[in-house]
T-cell receptor, first 113, second 111 residues
Framework: NAGVTQTPKFQVLKTGQSMTLQCAQD?????MSWYRQDPGMGLRLIHY???????DQGEVPNGYNVSRSTTEDFPLRLLSAAPSQTSVYFC????????????FGSGTRLTVV | DAKTTQPNSMESNEEEPVHLPCNHS???????IHWYRQLPSQGPEYVIH???SNVNNRMASLAIAEDRKSSTLILHRATLRDAAVYYC????????????FGAGTTVTVRA
C-alpha cells in the first residue's frame, strides 16, 4: 500500500547508544520531515527535506542528524541517545501540490533509559 | 507565525454532529487553514483545508468566517472512530516546510 513506512515501531536504547530511525515513502514525494511528540503535547519539527540532497533544521534539531540520498528515504540518526529524546517520532511527506495534505507514518516509540 | 486557539476537549454522542471551533485572529491573507486529526497511537491524518470559502469532503466540512479570524470543522455524524485529537493549523507558502501543531481538541464520542 502507498504511504509512509517507519521502522522500527518500538525501540529501547541505553543512554549513549546510537541508532537510525528509518522512513520510506513510495509516493514520489519531494517534501519529507521528522517530528517528535512528547506526552500530551503537539508535534515539533526536528528536520526536513525539500528534495534529495537538501535538508534543513526544524525547531528542535539538537542531537539528531539527517540525510536524503534518495527521494524515497529520509533516515533520522541519533548519535548519542539521551533520556530527553524519549518520545514518539513521526515521519511525514507531501507531494509538489502545495495545498495537499501531508501523509504521516504510524510512528516510532523510542525509550532511552 | 499566526497562532490558533482551540478548546481542550469536546464531547459528542454517536451519530450527532460535532462542531470544532478554531480561533485564528492574527491570520494573514496568505494563510491557509488546515485540519488534521490524530487517532490514538497513530500519526496525524489530513482532514481538510480551505482559504476563504467553505469546503466539503468525504470526511468533514470546513466553515470559514467571513473575516477569516475563525473557522469551524464540522463532523456531520460522529462515530466512535472519530474519537481523536483534532488540530487546526495555519499554513503559509513562505514557510510551508513546518506544520505548527498546538495541543488540539480532544474529541470524545459517546456510544
Amino acid at each position: 500500500n502507498a504511504g509512509v513506512t517507519q521502522t522500527p515501531k518500538f525501540q529501547v536504547l541505553k543512554t549513549g547508544q546510537s541508532m537510525t530511525l528509518q522512513c520510506a515513502q513510495d509516493m514520489n514525494h519531494e517534501y519529507m520531515s521528522w517530528y517528535r511528540q512528547d506526552p500530551g503535547m503537539g508535534l515539533r519539527l526536528i528536520h526536513y527535506s525539500v528534495g534529495a540532497g537538501i535538508t534543513d533544521q526544524g525547531e528542535v534539531p539538537n542531537g539528531y542528524n539527517v540525510s536524503r540520498s534518495t527521494t524515497e528515504d529520509f533516515p533520522l540518526r541519533l548519535l548519542s541517545a539521551a533520556p530527553s529524546q524519549t518520545s514518539v517520532y513521526f515521519c511525514a511527506s507531501r507531494g509538489e501540490t502545495w495545498d495537499g495534505g501531508y501523509t504521516f507514518g504510524s510512528g516510532t516509540r523510542l525509550t532511552v533509559v | 507565525d499566526a497562532k490558533t486557539t482551540q478548546p481542550n476537549s469536546m464531547e459528542s454522542n454517536e451519530e450527532e454532529p460535532v462542531h470544532l471551533p478554531c480561533n485564528h485572529s492574527t491570520i494573514s491573507g496568505t494563510d491557509y487553514i488546515h485540519w488534521y486529526r490524530q487517532l490514538p497511537s497513530q500519526g496525524p491524518e489530513y482532514v481538510i483545508h480551505g482559504l476563504t470559502s467553505n469546503v466539503n469532503n468525504r470526511m468533514a466540512s470546513l466553515a470559514i468566517a467571513e473575516d477569516r479570524k475563525s473557522s469551524t470543522l464540522i463532523l456531520h455524524r460522529a462515530t466512535l472512530r472519530d474519537a481523536a485529537v483534532y488540530y487546526c493549523i495555519l499554513r503559509r507558502r513562505s514557510n510551508d516546510y513546518k506544520l505548527s501543531f498546538g495541543a488540539g481538541t480532544t474529541v470524545t464520542v459517546r456510544a
